[in-house]
């Protein structure tokens, strides 16, 4: 069975780049027709897709986030990074890596890293 793991740094100051990492065990992140999701919720919000990442490396971003976000992968270890840059208040959510499959959209989902911006 296919689990996603995300983790990061918890506590990031204002203007800092924030870099999570979601780790897939159970499967590769190159099996076809796998998307690889990074969505936030903030607080007292509703689900934000910030980006996504295909079997073949293609990227997807959402066109609110998309200057301030990369997002990679690393095959040999299975993982998935993204970076948000100059990072704000408004970033603080909890951060979740979720899996697609196909036309399945976010059939398996990690447990979500909190995140808060905060000096």
């Known amino acids: 069975q296919v689990q996603l793991l995300e983790s990061g740094p918890g506590l990031v100051k204002p203007s800092q780049t924030l870099s999570l990492t979601c780790t897939v065990s159970?499967?590769?992140?190159?099996?076809?027709?796998?998307?690889w999701s990074w969505i936030r919720q903030p607080p007292g919000k509703g689900l934000e897709w910030i980006a996504d990442?295909?079997?073949?490396?293609?990227?997807g971003y959402s066109p609110s986030l998309k200057s301030r976000t990369t997002i990679f992968r690393d095959t040999s270890k299975n993982h998935v990074t993204l970076q948000l840059s100059s990072v704000t208040p408004e970033d603080t959510a909890i951060y979740y890596c979720?899996?697609?499959?196909?036309?399945?959209?976010?059939?398996?989902w990690g447990q979500g890293t909190q995140v808060t911006v905060s000096s």
């Open positions: 979720a899996r697609t499959l196909g036309e399945i959209p976010f059939d398996y």
């Open positions: 159970g499967g590769s992140i190159t099996t076809n027709s796998h998307y």
């Open positions: 990442i295909d079997w073949r490396g293609s990227t």
